[in-house]
């Protein structure tokens, strides 16, 4: 096979019908170009979405939680085993909301291989007093660098630093609603009391925004330590434990493994968001199949052009079959064509995929929600841009293979015969 | 033996040919002929009596006949489809009664194709070799127009270097000169008489023309699907 020869006859063919060609290679570069914005707009916010959960959610969530106890005491004795137990108004039992023995359970899960990292927590319920209001709402000591690490609380800092409340044990990182109430800036003083009476004087190092105003107008972060000293407890009073694994599948596992070993509650992630995947997936199904469908289109454009092409050139190819072109040389005359017409429409696709990408990635996006966005969210994968090239020139292929059948079917006898 | 075998450019053996559509017909019975080398031949005979489908058959293209056809002392009956081109491309050179070149390449790529395809010489050497036969044909200085552009006589012309491009053993003619003036159809004569003698290629020519056919070596009547003489 000749290829430079076959190369050369398709091209002045492509070339000599620039108009017709230009349209069906348009076909293909909006099929793939529109998969390219679909697929990078549709995946990044996807992204963006997941990130917002999948960030902040703990993958296992540890905690005490006070219910009643499942068995009641008559169900343990024997001689009631077979009878019919009814007992009215089961009230729980007052239980520490501490986790017993944390430390312990915190290192322990340290040391496990699927665990990515473990924050403690200390949730403190207490009143924010500034001047002559008085607001309630909840202070969570937490370890800020480990929650910026592992669940990136940082994004959600809208002033001040981290470090900034890492450093200092009387500082306290407040919720904006609670702020904007009572007229607080970063650098102010505000005071703590607990349900005790005790006030705490703390400085605020910073204000953190979550997007949603029920949080935010009763949240604030402090160390761990100082939610330990204003409830008046020990380093080991620990409430709240969330674990962030390696790979998020083995969270059902994990939280099971820790109800039964520890007889606490732990939920895990799925259970927590169940709706959250739903989404994901249909939103990329409604992807592909509007990619699909345009590519589909583009190529019933390519393979009726070429359809025509073939009646028109029925000269062509039997003098190129009288003068010792073969059948198969006639096809992949043919089938270069479609190919070139999908690779140089696919091509330009992706670079106007990419151009109106990066468009939308810098068209302003402003929103309290999301406080860490400031643009329409775009995901510049370079797989999705393999993937479109690739479908590009496979549908293509496809599209210019039945007329190249054709083509190289055709009976040069006939055609010269019949004129 | 071997000497005469080499001297047969084209032999056919008992070619029988039938059409099934529309109705069963026996369009060649039992043809057998010889073409030597250098030998200029001409096949005359009514519309319809077989002339032009035994010039396909005989040229290869038509592979629905019993019978043998030999091409330069080579069996070609039952040879596939891919050798068949390939034989085409090299052994045998065509001109038809409408000119068909193709109309979006130039003169000079019309005449290069089939010596590209054959592969034997660079592009360089292909495009020396067919400027060459152009100028023979005295028309190099149309090389680098569009096929489309230029006049009929021309075209013959043009379509007669494409055949001579990849020097073949035989020049296969359907009505060559069947579309043009009485100038340019002896213009073209001239041509093929002149490749014949300087050249010794045979020549094969299917004509309706009998002051054409005339001036030929030996001329082939055929009747019925039958050679008559």
New interface residues.
């Given amino acids: 096979m000749?290829w430079?020869?076959i190369l050369?006859?398709s091209k002045?063919?492509l070339l000599?019908r620039l108009k017709q060609s230009s349209i069906a290679a348009l076909g293909v570069t909006f099929g793939i170009g529109t998969f390219i914005i679909l697929v990078s707009f549709m995946t990044g916010l996807n992204q963006l979405l997941d990130n917002l959960i999948l960030d902040r959610t703990p993958h296992v969530h540890i905690y005490n939680e006070i219910e009643p106890s499942a068995q009641q005491p008559v169900e343990l004795l024997e001689e009631f085993s077979e009878a019919f137990n009814i007992i009215r108004s089961v009230k729980p039992k007052q239980n520490q909301e501490k986790i017993h023995n944390a430390l312990p359970l915190l290192s322990h899960l340290k040391k496990d291989t699927r665990v990515r990292g473990v924050t403690p927590q200390v949730k403190a319920q207490v009143f924010y007093l500034a001047g002559s209001i008085k607001l309630n709402g909840v202070v969570q000591g937490v370890d800020i660098m480990e929650e910026a690490r592992l669940f990136n609380i940082d994004d959600y800092i809208v002033q001040g630093e981290p470090q900034d409340l890492a450093r200092n044990d009387n500082a306290i990182l407040l919720g904006a609603g609670i702020a904007k109430k009572m007229s607080l800036e970063v650098g102010d003083k505000l005071q703590v009391a607990t349900a005790g009476g005790d006030l705490f004087p703390l400085k605020i190092v910073g204000l953190y925004q979550s997007g949603l105003a029920e949080i935010d107008n009763v949240q604030s972060y402090t160390n761990l330590k100082t939610a330990q000293r204003i409830l008046g407890e020990g380093n080991s009073y620990i409430t709240d434990i969330h674990v962030k694994l390696l790979d998020m599948r083995k969270a059902l596992e994990m939280a099971e493994e820790i109800e039964d070993q520890f007889n606490l509650s732990a939920v895990d992630i799925n259970r927590a968001n169940a709706q959250f995947e739903t989404g994901t997936t249909i939103r990329n199904i409604i992807t592909y199949a509007v990619s699909i469908t345009l590519l589909v289109v583009a190529g019933f454009g390519i393979y009726n052009i070429l359809n025509m092409m073939i009646y028109e050139k029925m000269?062509?190819i039997?003098?190129?079959?009288?003068?010792?072109?073969?059948?198969?040389?006639v096809k992949m005359i043919f089938i270069s064509q479609a190919m070139l017409i999908g690779v140089v429409g696919g091509v330009i696709g992706l670079f106007f995929g990419y151009i109106v990408s990066v468009l939308i990635d810098h068209t302003p996006f402003e929103t309290e929600a999301l406080p860490t966005i400031s643009t329409f969210p775009v995901n510049f994968n370079p797989l999705y841009y393999v993937i479109g090239i690739v479908f590009a020139i496979a549908s293509t292929f496809l599209a210019g293979y039945l007329p190249a059948q054709r083509a190289k079917k055709i009976d040069?006898?006939e055609i010269?015969?019949g004129? | 033996m071997s000497i005469e075998a080499n001297n047969k450019v084209l032999e056919a053996r008992n070619v029988n040919k039938y059409f099934t559509i529309p109705v069963s017909f026996h369009v060649l019975k039992d043809i057998s002929l010889c073409i030597e080398r250098g030998e200029f031949v001409s096949i005359m005979g009514k519309s319809g009596c077989g002339k032009s489908t035994l010039l396909y058959v005989l040229s290869t293209m038509d592979t629905d006949y019993t019978g043998e056809l030999y091409i330069a002392g080579e069996k070609m009956t039952g040879k596939s489809g891919e050798e068949l081109a390939a034989v085409r491309n090299s052994e045998i050179g065509f001109i038809f009664q409408f000119h068909y070149l193709l109309p979006e390449f130039t003169v000079l790529q019309n005449v290069m194709l089939p010596g590209l395809k054959l592969g034997r010489k660079s592009a360089d050497e292909v495009r020396h070799d067919a400027l060459e036969k152009l100028r023979l044909l005295d028309i190099g200085e149309q090389a680098d127009k569009l096929a489309s552009r230029i006049s009929g006589g021309q075209k013959q012309r043009v379509a007669i270097a494409r055949a001579l491009i990849n020097q073949p053993d035989i020049i296969m003619a359907d009505e060559p000169t069947g579309n043009l003036d009485s100038k340019n159809s002896e213009n073209v004569f001239n041509i093929l008489r002149q490749l014949s003698h300087e050249q010794h290629l045979s020549l094969l020519v299917v004509t309706h023309d009998h002051d054409f056919a005339e001036k030929t070596d030996r001329i082939i009547i055929m009747e019925d699907g039958r050679i008559v003489g």
């Fill in positions: 000749n430079t020869v050369s006859i002045t063919h000599s000269n062509d039997a003098i190129l079959k009288a003068t010792g072109f073969s059948g198969r040389d040069p006898v010269i015969r004129q």
